[in-house]
T-cell receptor
Framework: DTEVTQTPKHLVMGMTNKKSLKCEQH?????MYWYKQKAKKPPELMFV???????INESVPSRFSPECPNSSLLNLHLHALQPEDSALYLC????????????FGSGTRLTVV | GENVEQHPSTLSVQEGDSAVIKCTYS??????FPWYKQELGKGPQLIID?????GEKKDQRIAVTLNKTAKHFSLHITETQPEDSAVYFC????????????FGKGTSLLVTP
């Protein structure tokens, strides 16, 4: 298995909703990431987890709350989002050193209405 | 912080011709340089990567070269095909950053039949 699987593929949510994005990998990678990508822009880092511990938070607003329940799963909990948060949310994973098989999922297309 | 510059922003070639995309990075401690292909509505797909202890790597029609002294790396696609049309991103692993990637702004490649 060489894939990073993200669900759902599409999500529409209101500004008062609570929703979660899910990410799963079974490559034995111990580093997992959330990136945000706006249209026609490169991905931008949000969070880094290493060995299930949050190691980097790129000053992301608290309405985004990451969680890493185990070495294969990564969640992103969403609450009270704004329309400008609409974007493609990408999960990625890699070997712990970051320099092997840095693999992205297909993303969740999020629309906040 | 690490900056990655990517050129050109758009590239149009005829089927069968070669395409070259160039990137430069600023932090000499960067040690891993992946290239991603992103098709519309999909996540970035890792197509080739190179580590700083290697000068060149090839995989069928795709090759990457790295010049550590000049701090630049390039993607070469030979015998281009229409299905190579996509946005290509270069990236550099941020040193001491929890294994996050800094991306170039992307190159939109169009291969015309």
């Amino acid at each position: 298995d060489t894939e990073v699987t993200q669900t759902p593929k599409h999500l529409v949510m209101g500004m008062t909703n609570k929703k979660s994005l899910k990410c799963e990998q079974h490559m034995g990678h111990r580093a997992m990431y959330w990136y945000k990508q706006k249209a026609k822009k490169p991905p931008e880092l949000m969070f880094v987890y290493s060995y299930e511990k949050l190691s980097i938070n790129e000053s992301v607003p608290s309405r985004f709350s990451p969680e890493c329940p185990n070495s294969s799963l990564l969640n992103l909990h969403l609450h009270a989002l704004q329309p400008e948060d609409s974007a493609l949310y990408l999960c990625a994973s890699s070997q712990r050193t970051g320099d092997k098989g840095y693999t992205f999922g297909s993303g969740t297309r999020l629309t906040v209405v | 912080g690490e900056n990655v510059e990517q050129h050109p922003s758009t590239l149009s070639v005829q089927e069968g011709d070669s395409a070259v995309i160039k990137c430069t990075y600023s932090d000499s401690a960067s040690n891993y340089f992946p290239w991603y292909k992103q098709e519309l509505g999909k996540g970035p797909q890792l197509i080739i990567d190179i580590r700083s202890n290697v000068g060149e790597k090839k995989d069928q029609r795709i090759a990457v070269t790295l010049n550590k002294t000049a701090k630049h790396f390039s993607l070469h696609i030979t015998e281009t095909q229409p299905e190579d049309s996509a946005v290509y991103f270069c990236a550099a692993l941020r040193p001491n950053s929890g294994y996050a990637l800094n991306f170039g702004k992307g190159t939109s490649l169009l291969v015309t039949p």
